[in-house]
């Protein structure tokens, strides 16, 4: 008599524990789409040589990349719930620094400062596991939707924070968009502290059925190559050209009360709404096709942003943007899980995300010296190249992989 109500009690946990870690990353999230408006545009005006406009934004993805194993171990020993207010606190470290460096104009301290953020941001990637995880199989999909959601949210608070925080301490501009990163990284503690997860099964016995073979053997497969391809140079893209919009907007004559948040609002809501429905698309196409639009989407962006600079022309630049790096990121994923083994989870993914934070660093720097230098045509002309990249490595891993069958 007492297995139902004790089941019960365990899918309301869940449930509230899911819901938790919503709310969480929602309030997390906003805090990252304040950084996409305005560390790039504090850059430019801290920066001595212009074209280090998006170097602490660099430093911030670099970051991420070098903490998510720390972070990943880290929460393995004192748990998730520890972890995520860890990595909290960190940004609320990471949001006093950028808020102090605005304030005396030091660009070097406001590096650092996205250095230290960066660290908290690797963190909150981890959300959606713990969604996962407190989930049972019949509510997951539901549970990740739900985290995702987050996304949403942010995109229409973090701009709009942004845009409201940039004078409130005149003459020190953007100051009031960090100290709010820091109220916000405070509500995320907050809301953290009534947080139960269940406790994790140990897989011990599930890695010890199957041998893991080497890292460049699961690599190699077709479908592991072209997924891993198109998430790092799909992320890759998106935020290289993401990071010059603001950059190339100002130059334009648009401020953030004049377009530059708008536009943001609109690419981030196109990264993040249709995650609600990609899973029901690649289910009913399949993953190649889902990524070969995500392709398609990047190529009317670099047409659209080509065609102009009124507000319109990057709108829908953006928009499409985002678009296609839904695709490309949740479609790859997707069919990188089809590629391993339960022994060889922590290795693959580890290194996708490795590749992955790796090539946004960089491109995140790229974008600023290329849009000072060249030009906003030239961002648009160089992102062709990985653009071409992953349409490439798409038609040879689906004829390879028609020709020899993946593991």
Known sequence: MSAAPDATTKLVSAHRAVFVLALAQATAMICNSIMIVTSGLTGQMLAEHKGWATLPLAFQFIATMLTTFPASFLMKRVGRKRGFMLGACIGILGGLIMAAATYIASFWLFAFGNTIFGVSAAFTLFYRFAAAEAADDAFRPKAISLVMAGGIVSAILGPELAKRGQEIFLPHLFTGGFVFIVGLSILVVLLLLPLRLPVIASEASAHAKEPARPLLEIVAQPRAFSAIVAAMLGYGVMSFVMTATPLAMTFCGYNLNTGIAFVIQGHVLAMFAPSFVTGHIIRKFG????????????????????????????????VLLGLGWNFLYVAGTSQLTKCYRPSERAKIQAFNDCMVFSGVALCSFIAGTVEQAYGWNWVLYGAMVPVALIALSLVVGWRRERAVPST
């Open 287 to 318: 993953e190649y096709r889902v990524m070969s639009a995500g392709v398609l989407c990047y190529a009317g962006c670099l047409a659209m942003g080509l065609a102009g600079i009124d507000i319109h022309h990057f709108w829908v630049a953006l």
